[in-house]
């Protein structure tokens, strides 16, 4: 997309959350809602507004059913804000984006491992043989070692 689409895009869903909020009196819309993102054609006729609704399935349908009915209403405000040759017409869809990423986090959740697994070692326990690579000067190089010398090479600070 142009800059120009993802400008447009962008007030488009600060207008229609901006309206939904303050002027839709719907009694379907008193969850929260969320316009997550808006989508326009390239030609800037048509753009698909994509909202999230806290709550169960059927809260998500009545909450997306209030939207569309309110479609003109919302149009019609845009059209007096925006100042564009053609007011996009807009349709309405839930995002499953957000419905996703939840089942994302929570399979990563089972896999994670427990924190009691006597296997995993934490930043604060060192083995012996780290403690004294970091202490000696046998030719290794950690990182503290390799910025101090590079800055003593280069005329330091």
Same mark, same amino acid.
Do not use: C, W
């Given at each position: 997309?142009?800059?120009?689409?993802?400008?447009?895009?962008? +007030?488009?869903?600060?207008?229609?959350? =901006?309206?939904?909020?303050?002027?839709?009196?719907?009694?379907?819309?008193?969850?929260?809602?969320?316009?997550?993102?808006?989508?326009?054609?390239?030609?800037?006729? %048509?753009?698909?507004?994509?909202?999230?609704?806290?709550?169960?399935?059927?809260? +998500? +349908?009545?909450?997306?059913?209030?939207?569309?009915?309110?479609?003109?209403?919302?149009?019609?405000? @845009?059209?007096?804000?925006?100042?564009?040759?053609?007011?996009?017409?807009?349709?309405?869809?839930?995002?499953?984006? @957000?419905?996703?990423?939840?089942?994302?986090?929570?399979?990563?959740?089972?896999?994670?491992?427990?924190?009691?697994?006597?296997?995993?070692?934490?930043?604060?326990?060192?083995?012996?043989?780290?403690?004294?690579?970091?202490? =000696?000067?046998?030719?290794?190089?950690?990182?503290?070692?390799?910025? %101090?010398?590079?800055?003593?090479?280069?005329?330091?600070?």
């Amino acid at each position: 997309m142009s800059r120009r689409t993802d400008r447009i895009n962008e +007030q488009l869903r600060e207008e229609v959350s =901006t309206i939904l909020t303050r002027q839709i009196k719907d009694p379907r819309l008193n969850t929260v809602i969320s316009i997550t993102r808006v989508e326009s054609t390239n030609d800037l006729r %048509s753009a698909r507004v994509y909202i999230s609704v806290m709550g169960n399935k059927q809260t +998500q +349908q009545e909450a997306l059913e209030g939207i569309r009915s309110a479609a003109s209403f919302v149009r019609r405000e @845009i059209r007096n804000r925006i100042n564009m040759k053609h007011t996009p017409f807009l349709s309405y869809e839930l995002d499953p984006s @957000i419905d996703e990423a939840d089942k994302l986090f929570r399979l990563m959740n089972k896999v994670r491992p427990s924190d009691e697994n006597p296997e995993t070692i934490s930043p604060e326990t060192s083995t012996p043989e780290t403690s004294s690579q970091e202490t =000696t000067d046998s030719g290794t190089y950690t990182p503290e070692t390799s910025t %101090s010398e590079s800055s003593r090479a280069s005329g330091g600070d």
